[in-house]
C-alpha cells in the first residue's frame, strides 16, 4: 500500500511569490492535514481537509490556502511568500474523522519550501 | 488553548537501556493521544495511538500510557537499540470547537540518542 505522497520534495521560491504544494493520501483515505515545521518553531497545524471542505484552520494568515479535489488529494497555496515560511511542510492522511476522532494520522515525508 | 509540552527536550543512553519519555498537555478533553517519531529531514512515523478511554497501548518494545485526568502520557521503551535515535512526538487531539484554532498539537520533542 503506497503512503502519503508529497511533491515536490523541495521548492525554491523568492520573497512575493506563490507557492503550491501538493499530498496525495493512503487509499481510502479521506481526511488530509497539513502542518509546517519552521526551525525552532515545531510542528504547526495548518489546515485539515475531510470530504472536500475545509474543517479546522491553524493560526496562519490567509495567504495560506488550500483545497481537497474530489479524489481526496490535496493542494496547499502560500502566496506572498515572506522569508519566514521557510519550512517543512507535512501532509498527513486519515479515513474519516468521525465523532472520537480516533483514526491515527499518516504522514508524507514533507516538501521542504526555501524562501531566498 | 492546548499546550504540550515534553519533557526531557533530549536524552542520550547506551544501548540495551530502558527508557521513559513524557508527555503533558494542559486541557484533557482529548479524544486521542499519538505519539510519532521524526528522523531527520523526514515526515513523522506514528508509533501508537491511546483512545482516551484507554490506559496504555503496546507494540513491540514501547508502551504508551495515558492518565487523562492528569494531562500526561509516557513512552516507554524498552532495550533501546541505535535504530531507536530519533525525535519522538507526542500530539493530543482534541475536539474541533469554533474558535479553537486547531484540534492537533504536537509538543516539541525529545530527540533521543542512543548510543552503541
Known amino acids: 500500500e503506497a503512503g502519503v505522497t508529497q511533491s515536490p520534495t523541495h521548492l525554491i521560491k523568492t520573497r512575493g511569490q506563490q507557492a503550491t504544494l501538493r499530498c496525495s493520501p493512503i487509499?481510502?483515505?479521506?481526511?488530509v492535514y497539513w502542518y509546517q515545521q519552521a526551525l525552532g518553531l515545531g510542528l504547526q497545524f495548518l489546515l485539515w481537509?475531510?470530504?472536500?471542505?475545509?474543517?479546522n484552520r491553524g493560526n496562519f494568515p490567509p495567504r495560506f490556502s488550500g483545497r481537497q479535489f474530489p479524489n481526496y488529494s490535496s493542494e496547499l497555496n502560500v502566496n506572498a511568500l515572506e522569508l519566514e515560511d521557510s519550512a517543512l511542510y507535512l501532509c498527513?492522511?486519515?479515513?474519516?474523522?468521525?465523532?472520537?476522532?480516533?483514526?491515527?494520522?499518516?504522514f508524507g515525508d514533507g516538501t521542504r519550501l526555501s524562501i531566498l | 488553548k492546548q499546550e504540550v509540552t515534553q519533557i526531557p527536550a533530549a536524552l542520550s543512553v547506551p544501548e540495551g537501556e530502558n527508557l521513559v519519555l513524557n508527555c503533558s498537555f494542559t486541557?484533557?478533553?482529548?479524544?486521542?493521544l499519538q505519539w510519532f517519531r521524526q528522523d531527520p529531514g523526514k515526515g513523522l512515523t506514528s508509533l501508537l495511538l491511546?483512545?482516551?478511554?484507554?490506559r496504555e497501548q503496546t507494540s513491540g518494545r514501547l508502551n504508551a500510557s495515558l492518565d487523562k485526568s492528569s494531562g500526561r502520557s509516557t513512552l516507554y521503551i524498552a532495550a533501546s537499540q541505535p535504530g531507536d535515535s530519533a525525535t519522538y512526538l507526542c500530539?493530543?487531539?482534541?475536539?474541533?470547537?469554533?474558535?479553537?484554532?486547531?484540534?492537533?498539537?504536537f509538543g516539541p520533542g525529545t530527540r533521543l540518542s542512543v548510543l552503541p
Open positions: 498527513a492522511s486519515s479515513t474519516g474523522q468521525g465523532i472520537g476522532h480516533n483514526q491515527p494520522q499518516h
Open positions: 487509499s481510502g483515505h479521506t481526511s
Open positions: 481537509y475531510d470530504e472536500g471542505e475545509e474543517r
Open positions: 486541557d484533557s478533553a482529548i479524544y486521542n
Open positions: 491511546i483512545q482516551s478511554s484507554q
Open positions: 500530539a493530543p487531539a482534541n475536539p474541533p470547537v469554533a474558535n479553537y484554532g486547531q484540534n492537533f498539537v
